[in-house]
């Protein structure tokens, strides 16, 4: 019998699935919590006997990562897909109906025919630093959101006193944290290898290297560059507008939002201090193209020479052609 395929169509509260068993097929709907992980496990071992399935599901981010794990560690065959290539699939293929299920549906379809490759969970490590990393964001956040509300307007005293006292709890809470990043960093030697060479980058200081290492994880699992700049949705993608001729480019975001708000800062000190994207930046000026063009090319550039750094396993130097060119 050939094996299962399981299109899984991610949502923060819900996970709407596909199992393809040969000419039957499948769908239900699963919350997407452990209750529902488990839930889902038990399904797949009724209908399918305890055989061992192929799922799919698009690299989303935070909202994915626990059912594929789960999955994973059920002995199940997992593909964690970019969102891009489900997108192309999806044209191909002629595709209209937006919906969850039609969603799974296409997602398993696209898993039988392409076949992707087997995704690896990241190690222990990574998990926890990832996890650290979203906890401060989360922090940093909630810090911003008590200041504002201390700015806006003129609170009574009595309220100013809560939310002054809060900001100050919530620095003493961040500042723990981004030293347990440090500190869990330096106690792994290839995340430290990786993030001093991620810091070798001008434009990239320690938390913002220590951030997009935990986002991203280990730098060298993806085949080269461009896998690594479509995961993060900043591959530029060509538009057209009716029948016209004329086209533009944008990014295609079709990949993890956090990466993309973590390079945001960055790119704009690079674009004021790194040699090889203040050249970038000047090229896309001279071709008369908007700030926003440059600042998300310099974005994109910042992760070619993350990879170029972590690949080659050297300090960023802008006069070493491997570096220049990286992912050009």
Known sequence: MAQPILGIDVAKA???????LGSRTLRKEFANSAAGHASLLAWL???????????ALEATGVYGEEVALALHQAGHTVSVVNPAKIAAYAQSQ?????TDAADAALIARYCLKEQPAAWTPPAPEVRELRALVRQRQALVEMRQQEANRLSDGAPPASVRRVLTA??????????ALEQQIDQHIDNHDELRRQRDLMMSIKGLGRRAASDLLGEIGDLRSFSDSRELVAYAGLNPREFRSGTS???HTRLSKQGNARVRALLYMPALTALQHNPIIKALRDRLVARGKAKMAAVGAAMRKLLQLMYGVVKQD????????????AGA
């Open 14 to 20: 819900t996970l709407a699935v596909v199992l393809l």
């Open 245 to 247: 001729v004329h086209k």
């Open 314 to 325: 050297r300090p960023f130097d802008p006069h070493y052609a491997g570096h220049a060119m």
């Open 94 to 98: 002629g595709a209209r109906n937006k």
């Open 166 to 175: 809060h900001v100050e709890f919530l620095d003493t809470q961040i500042a």
């Open 45 to 55: 071992a009724h209908h399918t006997c305890g055989q061992c399935v192929h799922a």
